[in-house]
């Protein structure tokens, strides 16, 4: 009798359970390695590259042309090395998924510039120098470029540390308190759309130095868009945040500070963002103006002398400068906001 029970207390299949036992276990096959039209891509237009710069090679200064060919050589050793990896390591196969096409491309366009440039000639001379000439001015001035762009940090994270602490302070004064709303909004409305650009002939007046005047006009450009973000969000933080806390005796420092601003941060990274573009064209400009080293007084340097290889030397060190302090900002952004993390990526 026991016995009879226990089987009828046993489940017993369905079809439909079966069917769903079965699509559980079925097993999907994981690519152990690249396919050969994506790991040969950079070796192979690098070689087309090296074909290229060797035709192109006869209108070319022999020193100009020994440097771009061993860093070809070695793109190409490298990239032959990184293929070779990949079959052992998967976040390097990952990785060349998603970087060997754009790699690839990026090398064919230089093939591209120096094909028009340096091999048939169809742009005017010196102001279209070919990749081996921009390279060899990277080499041959790479101490000035390099303490150029010393000073040109230095110039940027003084100019943007001091307009963003300045920004947040008023961006919250504006958002939260009326009395500061209604003096400080008629100021950003006047004040805030000029281009701090704009001020230059002002600053040089005013201020004591060269080197004052360009970080307070890079603190005028970051302090706009901060201030009016920062002022945003915290005007906007929901009525139920603010009740909750207040039902619990949350004082007001504490409704400010633990509150409105971290419901503001999205704003507020919204707000840094665009002050960080905004300061990156406020230092370039600044720095032809009185300014004795940086990246945007090199560049008017070079085309004063019409060394327009070293003037496309600093651009590329500019893109990389520039990319590297947004991406730093963004991993800031990540770990602070990290709900949001992957929403926009750079």
């Not at 860093?71 to 976040?91: D, K, R």
């Not at 990026?106 to 390279?135: D, K, N």
């Not at 300045?166 to 004064?173: D, H, I, K, P």
Request: aromatic letters at 12%.
């Amino acid at each position: 009798m026991n016995t009879t029970v226990q089987e009828l207390k046993e489940p017993v299949p369905t079809p439909a359970a079966n069917t769903k036992m079965r699509s559980v276990n079925i097993v999907v096959p994981v690519t152990t390695r690249l396919p050969a039209k994506i790991w040969l891509a950079v070796p192979l237009v690098t070689a087309i590259a090296f074909v290229i710069h060797l035709w192109a090679a006869k209108n070319q200064p022999a020193v100009e042309t020994n440097s771009y060919s061993v860093f070809l050589e070695i793109v190409f050793g490298i990239s032959l090395l990184i293929a070779g990896v990949q079959l052992f390591c998967p976040p390097v196969r990952r990785w060349m998924q998603h970087m060997c096409p754009i790699m690839a491309a990026a090398i064919l366009l230089l093939s591209l510039w120096e094909a028009i440039t340096s091999g048939l000639r169809w742009l005017p001379m010196p102001y279209f120098p070919g990749p081996p000439g921009v390279l060899q001015s990277l080499i041959t001035d790479r101490a000035r470029l390099f303490d150029s762009t010393w000073h040109s940090l230095f110039l940027l994270l003084s100019g943007y540390a001091l307009g963003v602490a300045v920004a947040l302070v008023t961006g919250v004064c504006i958002g939260w308190f009326a009395p500061a709303r209604y003096w400080g909004m008629p100021l950003l409305k006047v004040v805030g759309p000029i281009p701090a650009t704009a001020w230059v002939p002002l600053a040089m007046v005013v201020s004591p130095s060269a080197m004052f005047s360009a970080v307070g006009l890079i603190a005028l450009a970051v302090w706009f868009p901060v201030t009016m973000l920062t002022a945003s969000g915290i005007s906007n933080t929901k009525a139920s945040y603010l009740d909750v806390a207040r039902t619990l005796g949350a004082s007001p420092a504490y409704l400010i500070f633990r509150v409105a601003i971290p419901a503001a941060m999205p704003n507020i990274f919204i707000g840094l963002f665009m002050g960080l573009g905004a300061s990156f064209l406020t230092l370039v400009v600044a720095e032809t103006v009185g300014v004795n080293s940086g990246l945007g007084w090199y560049v008017s340097w070079a085309q004063g002398w019409a060394e327009y290889g070293k003037v496309y030397a600093a651009l590329v060190i500019m893109a990389a400068f520039f990319s590297t302090i947004m991406t730093v900002l963004f991993k800031v952004r990540d770990r602070v906001l990290v709900w949001q993390k992957g929403v926009i990526k750079w």
